[in-house]
């Protein structure tokens, strides 16, 4: 599944070099999805011991074990959490192909001198989201 997914942020037309940070943003939104039915059936000890394990995950392949595991202890069957992980990766990956196309419109809009388009990327600009982003 690792490759089918990379293969799709590619296809989004994110530069190679971004690819394996992207794939880990994306992992971490699904597992958080999954993560969320989890937290309902499980004990407290439970979520603390899975917790710890997430934190220490060393790669995505580790952090994709994990995401496995919690998926078959939700949905109790190894092709229906599968098949969960899917279609949640599925739904990101568009979630994010929608935002790409309409960044990409924007900057279009901005390049022929939208001034709409050229006071919505400004207003943007003074978000706190956006200064956070920037002083990563």
């Known amino acids: 599944m690792n490759q089918d997914i990379l293969q ?11 690819t394996e940070e992207f794939y880990e943003l994306l992992s971490g939104q699904v597992l958080e999805q ?5 937290a ?3 004990t407290d000890e439970e979520l ?3 917790e710890t394990r997430l934190q220490e995950s060393k790669s995505t392949e580790h952090l994709q074990t994990i995401l496995n595991e919690v998926a078959l202890t939700v949905y109790g069957d190894e092709n229906l959490a599968a098949d969960t992980i899917t279609q949640a990766y599925d739904d990101k990956l568009e979630e994010a192909r929608i935002q790409i196309e309409e960044t990409r ?3 279009q809009r901005v390049q022929s001198g ?3 388009a050229t006071r919505a990327i400004e207003e943007a600009q003074q978000t ?8 990563e």
């Open 8 to 18: 799709k942020i590619k296809d989004l037309g994110i530069p190679e070099e971004q």
């Open 34 to 38: 999954i993560f969320t039915d989890y």
């Open 40 to 42: 309902d059936k499980a």
């Open 48 to 50: 603390k011991v899975m």
């Open 105 to 107: 419109n924007l900057l």
């Open 114 to 116: 939208d001034p709409e």
């Open 128 to 135: 706190e989201e956006y200064k956070s982003l920037m002083s």
